[in-house]
T-cell receptor, first 114, second 116 residues
Framework: AQSVTQLDSQVPVFEEAPVELRCNYS??????LFWYVQYPNQGLQLLLK??????LVKGINGFEAEFNKSQTSFHLRKPSVHISDTAEYFC????????????FGSGTRLLVRP | DARVTQTPRHKVTEMGQEVTMRCQPI?????VFWYRQTMMQGLELLAY????????DSGMPKDRFSAEMPDATLATLKIQPSEPRDSAVYFC??????????????FGSGTQLSVL
């Protein structure tokens, strides 16, 4: 079985400051990893995904994430946030032996203040 | 832009009533997912279809929930009878992939259901 833990339910940060949203996962098999973003009153959008290769992956809107297998982590980072980045961010995993099952974390609300 | 369309956007109903939520996946997508989002449970997978066939509905309460794809352009999620604990946002998502590594889901805007 797989599980995803996002320890921070809310992260407040000032505009133009850097931010890191933490994600840890647990799985008995290898997984693919994803970050999704949900803007208010909208569905989720894919930010980035890690499938293989370089452990640092870049996504849309200036976000990047680093896969750390030994720490079973996939933290999301942005060097300088904008007000428009205020949203809910979900980390998710799919076991490699499954063709479909996305397991989501509980989400982290990023609140960017001017 | 191609998008997943869900109707209705909001639904308020009374306990015991039947609720039907509809989803139009992106044309050509062969996978459809139903997720439920609540504050307490987060995002839960309810059902998964591939090529209109239900492959996994283990996350769905069988006694009152049912999911179908009458054709490739329509997916439905029904609750009968509805209960207050069903209040949540229900998301439909579609994708086009044969393997997980290529999976990129497109989510609809959700149906906000309130059961009084």
């Amino acid at each position: 079985a797989q599980s995803v833990t996002q320890l921070d339910s809310q992260v407040p940060v000032f505009e133009e400051a850097p931010v890191e949203l933490r994600c840890n996962y647990s799985s008995s098999v290898s997984v693919y990893l994803f970050w999704y973003v949900q803007y208010p009153n909208q569905g989720l959008q894919l930010l980035l995904k890690y499938l293989s290769g370089s452990t640092l992956v870049k996504g849309i809107n200036g976000f990047e994430a680093e896969f750390n297998k030994s720490q079973t982590s996939f933290h999301l980072r942005k060097p300088s946030v904008h007000i428009s980045d205020t949203a809910e961010y979900f980390c998710a995993v799919t076991p490699m032996d499954s063709s479909y099952k996305l397991i989501f974390g509980s989400g982290t609300r990023l609140l960017v203040r001017p | 832009d191609a998008r997943v369309t869900q109707t209705p956007r909001h639904k308020v109903t009374e306990m015991g009533q039947e609720v039907t939520m509809r989803c139009q996946p992106i044309l050509g997508h062969n996978t459809v997912f139903w997720y439920r989002q609540t504050m307490m449970q987060g995002l839960e997978l309810l059902a998964y279809f591939r090529n209109r066939a239900p492959l996994d509905d283990s996350g769905m309460p069988k006694d009152r929930f049912s999911a179908e794809m009458p054709d490739a352009t329509l997916a439905t999620l029904k609750i009968q009878p509805s209960e207050p604990r069903d209040s949540a946002v229900y998301f439909c998502a579609s994708g086009l992939a044969q393997t997980a590594k290529n999976e990129k889901l497109f989510f609809g805007s959700g149906t906000q259901l309130s059961v009084l």
